[in-house]
């Protein structure tokens, strides 16, 4: 799993708009923390489209949490920013389903299928509002 600067500018930006009481809008963010306003747009699309925030249009538009901020998951955030699962590694999927075709290469795959549990329980446990108390 590679988590890239959307993953860090969508935290960035959630804990701005969680802070907030109205919709904030991409100009302002993307000012606030000195990133592209393209780029910034595109990751706010991105959340919007999978539930974590609501967008406003017109002049007082923006964007909003759509839950609290304590039922916003690392792992959901994670994913909608990166438009991926948070795999750990490519071949972390069933035995079966193994790429490589290699018995001695596979044999690798309990291991790194215990780390994917291991870190899709951490992400699905720590929230946004975890990170804003920290």
């Given at each position: 799993?590679?988590?890239?600067?959307a993953s860090e500018y969508a935290l960035l930006?959630?804990?701005?708009?969680?802070?907030?009481?109205?919709?904030?809008?991409?100009?302002?963010?993307?000012?606030?923390?000195?990133?592209?306003?393209?780029?910034?747009?595109?990751?706010?699309?991105?959340?919007?489209?999978?539930?974590?925030?609501?967008?406003?249009?017109?002049?007082?538009?923006?964007?909003?949490?759509?839950?609290?901020?304590?039922?916003?998951?690392?792992?959901?955030?994670?994913?909608?920013?990166?438009?991926?699962?948070?795999?750990?590694?490519?071949?972390?999927?069933?035995?079966?389903?193994?790429?490589?075709?290699?018995?001695?290469?596979?044999?690798?795959?309990?291991?790194?299928?215990?780390?994917?549990?291991?870190?899709?329980?951490?992400?699905?446990?720590?929230?946004?509002?975890?990170?804003?108390?920290?």
């Open positions: 799993m590679l988590l890239t600067k930006s959630l804990i701005i708009i969680a802070k907030k009481n109205s919709p904030q809008d991409v100009e302002t963010l993307s000012t606030e923390l000195a990133i592209s306003k393209s780029f910034l747009a595109k990751i706010l699309q991105a959340l919007a489209k999978n539930g974590i925030l609501k967008s406003f249009k017109g002049t007082k538009g923006g964007f909003l949490l759509a839950k609290d901020a304590e039922h916003l998951t690392l792992k959901d955030i994670i994913e909608a920013a990166e438009k991926r699962p948070t795999k750990v590694f490519e071949c972390s999927t069933p035995e079966s389903q193994c790429p490589s075709g290699k018995d001695e290469f596979c044999k690798i795959l309990p291991v790194l299928t215990k780390l994917q549990k291991k870190i899709d329980h951490f992400l699905d446990d720590l929230t946004l509002k975890d990170i804003i108390e920290s």
